[in-house]
């Protein structure tokens, strides 16, 4: 069927057919078959051997790429992640990776690991005991981050009241408070010498 065939975009020569049924997606290094599209269209060239694939063929062909390794696709992790009202970032930070990874998955410009798959699984089925736990502990991590950082930075405080109000006694534990009080105290002492009690910076 000579006469049928197109001239392939790639190579130039009148060699591109138009070929439907199953569909073989393989390894780019071993050319092994890593998974199989049924009922696909799509043009290949008899010359030079690439492969032409329209929109719709390509996302069939994504979809199976997830499917063949048992993964969730961009769109259910979307699904997922909108069904509990959390942000892109508020979910990265419950699978505890980057905000930009988590963003690649989501737009299907990477894969994510079949661990961290399982796990988006996971909080899917027990999201009141996964993401509540996960949360509330980082954002206790983070308060206590904070003001460890916060008392670094300043030079001079009016009084222990203030910083611990600021961040909420309950995020802190005994020993952070301990070191927060005798922070104050020394930083307040320190400044007692150095000025008559107007904040400097
Ligand atoms: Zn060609």
């Given at each position: 069927?000579?006469?049928?065939?197109k001239?392939c975009?790639?190579?130039?020569?009148?060699?591109?057919l138009?070929?439907?049924?199953?569909?073989?997606?393989?390894?780019?290094?071993?050319?092994t078959?890593v998974?199989?599209?049924p009922?696909?269209?799509?043009e290949?060239?008899?010359k030079?051997g690439?492969?032409?694939l329209d929109?719709?063929?390509?996302?069939?062909?994504?979809?199976?790429?997830y499917r063949?390794?048992?993964?969730?696709?961009?769109?259910?992790?979307k699904?997922?992640?909108?069904?509990?009202?959390?942000?892109?970032?508020?979910?990265?930070?419950?699978?505890?990776?980057?905000?930009k990874?988590?963003?690649?998955?989501?737009?299907?410009?990477s894969?994510q690991?079949k661990?961290?798959d399982?796990l988006?699984?996971l909080?899917?089925?027990n999201?009141k005991?996964?993401?509540?736990?996960k949360?509330?502990?980082?954002?206790?991590?983070g308060?206590?981050?904070?003001?460890?950082?916060y008392l670094?930075?300043?030079?001079?405080?009016s009084g222990?009241?203030f910083?611990?109000?600021?961040y909420?006694?309950s995020?802190?534990?005994d020993?952070?408070?301990?070191?927060i009080t005798k922070?104050?105290?020394?930083?307040?002492?320190?400044s007692?010498?150095?000025?008559n009690?107007r904040?400097?910076?």
């Amino acid at each position: 069927m000579r006469g049928k065939a197109k001239e392939c975009p790639l190579c130039g020569r009148e060699s591109l057919l138009h070929k439907s049924g199953e569909y073989l997606i393989r390894h780019p290094k071993t050319n092994t078959i890593v998974a199989r599209v049924p009922d696909l269209e799509w043009e290949e060239c008899l010359k030079c051997g690439e492969h032409f694939l329209d929109d719709k063929a390509i996302s069939k062909v994504e979809e199976e790429k997830y499917r063949s390794r048992g993964l969730l696709l961009p769109r259910e992790l979307k699904t997922i992640r909108e069904s509990f009202g959390l942000t892109q970032l508020q979910m990265a930070k419950a699978l505890d990776v980057g905000e930009k990874t988590y963003c690649r998955w989501e737009n299907g410009l990477s894969m994510q690991t079949k661990a961290l798959d399982r796990l988006v699984r996971l909080i899917a089925q027990n999201p009141k005991g996964l993401l509540k736990n996960k949360e509330s502990e980082r954002e206790q991590a983070g308060k206590i981050k904070s003001v460890k950082e916060y008392l670094e930075k300043i030079k001079w405080l009016s009084g222990s009241k203030f910083a611990l109000a600021s961040y909420g006694r309950s995020a802190i534990g005994d020993a952070d408070k301990e070191m927060i009080t005798k922070a104050l105290r020394r930083k307040k002492e320190e400044s007692g010498v150095k000025n008559n009690g107007r904040e400097h910076r």
